[in-house]
């Protein structure tokens, strides 16, 4: 879902992406196979790690990607701006959101955009609901909690989307459309049984790109994938 947006928003050619906090290089490696150059940096060399694993395995993709151990704020970017920069699943875990997103709208080019993939504040208590656990769906819901347990195990804040365009609107970039994101299939995981087949994959990923753009629908999904673009040029 988020790359196809991506694909979408992207000059067509081979753009400069930065994903921060890139994980095991999941987004990084999915752009450069799009065609685009991705840098991808977390502060743990854990993390680039397993992304310099995975892309072992696709050395065609060697030339377009490059990874360091280091987080948004001691990349060693020495002024690069890039036409996409991603922070997917990050925000989440920080405490400080103003100095992320200035982090991250300084490294934007003209033109180019930041991603953001944030947990949904919106629908803290429905994963918890859809999976059963109507105990803490009612107390997180009745509670109108801004925080929840994530699926690594940690206390995880949610943002919703007025307080992510906010902070990119305070940078000198204009809001694009929001998403909504895993709405109807969130409480789901990989061992789906059985396994659905690939004319099935496609039809729930259509039902989620319809839904992610209109509410009601969006305002359930468990994560909100905002973007933004900085002008070409600076007004006078």
């Known amino acids: 879902m988020v790359e196809r947006r991506l694909r979408a928003e992207l000059p067509a050619g081979s753009a400069r992406v930065l994903d921060v906090g890139c994980g095991n290089g999941e987004m990084t490696l999915r752009l450069a196979a799009a065609g685009h150059r991705g840098t991808g940096g977390a502060p743990s060399a ?12 696709r050395p065609e993709l060697a030339e377009r990607v490059r990874l360091v151990d280091a987080d948004l704020e001691s990349l060693p970017l020495e002024g690069e701006r890039f036409s996409a920069v991603c922070c997917q699943g990050v925000l989440m875990y920080l405490n400080e959101l103003d100095a992320a997103g200035a982090g991250a709208g300084e490294a934007v080019a003209p033109g180019g955009l ?4 944030a947990e949904n504040r919106r629908a803290i208590g429905v994963r918890e609901g859809l999976t059963g656990d109507h105990e803490a769906a009612r107390r997180l819901i009745e509670s109108e909690a801004d925080t929840s347990v994530g699926n690594l ?3 995880t804040h949610g943002a919703g989307p007025g307080v992510l365009d906010r902070l990119v ?13 895993r709405i109807f299939h969130d409480h789901l995981d990989d061992t ?3 396994h659905p087949n690939p004319a099935a994959y496609a039809a729930v990923l259509e039902l989620e790109w319809a839904a992610s753009w209109w509410s009601p629908d969006r305002d359930r999904g468990h994560l909100v994938h905002t973007l933004a673009r900085r002008p070409e040029r600076s007004r006078p």
């Open 46 to 57: 854990r993390m680039p790690a397993a992304a310099a694993d995975r892309l072992a395995a």
């Open 114 to 117: 930041p991603s953001v993939l």
């Open 153 to 155: 195990g940690r206390e």
């Open 169 to 181: 609107a305070e940078h000198g970039l204009s809001p694009l459309p929001w998403q909504g994101i």
């Open 192 to 194: 789906w049984t059985p």
